[in-house]
């Protein structure tokens, strides 16, 4: 079982920064990925960023440019950080954790972005 705990959302004047974490109750280092999710109010949940255990990375259309994903290894957390935040930025940001075969979800940590 791995758990994890997002924090860093909030509110935020278009144009401006987050940074989101995603704190694991287990070693990171072992998950073949680690990745953003988000849902918006009425839409499907679409992947953000990933990042995988080597270290390449992957982006939305949407944030390339403006997001960026990290992982400290030895604070068994992922990051997400936002620039140029934008209005249909705005939602519910969810970590997932892909470990041996399994996926895991935090509770979710909401952004809002007012134009």
């Known amino acids: 079982q791995v758990q994890l705990v997002e924090s860093g959302g909030g509110l935020v004047q278009a144009g401006g920064s987050l940074r989101l974490s995603c704190a694991a109750s287990r070693s990171i280092s072992s998950c073949n990925f680690m990745a953003w999710y988000r849902q918006a109010p009425g839409k499907q949940r679409e992947l953000v960023a990933r990042i995988a255990r080597g270290g390449s990375t992957n982006y939305a259309d949407s944030v390339k440019g403006r997001f960026t994903i990290s992982r400290d290894n030895t604070k068994d957390t992922v990051y997400l950080q936002m620039n140029s935040l934008k209005p249909e930025d705005t939602a519910v940001y969810f970590c997932?954790?892909?470990?041996?075969?399994?996926?895991?979800w935090g509770q979710g940590t909401q952004v809002t972005v007012s134009s």
């Open positions: 997932r954790a892909d470990r041996d075969s399994r996926l895991y």
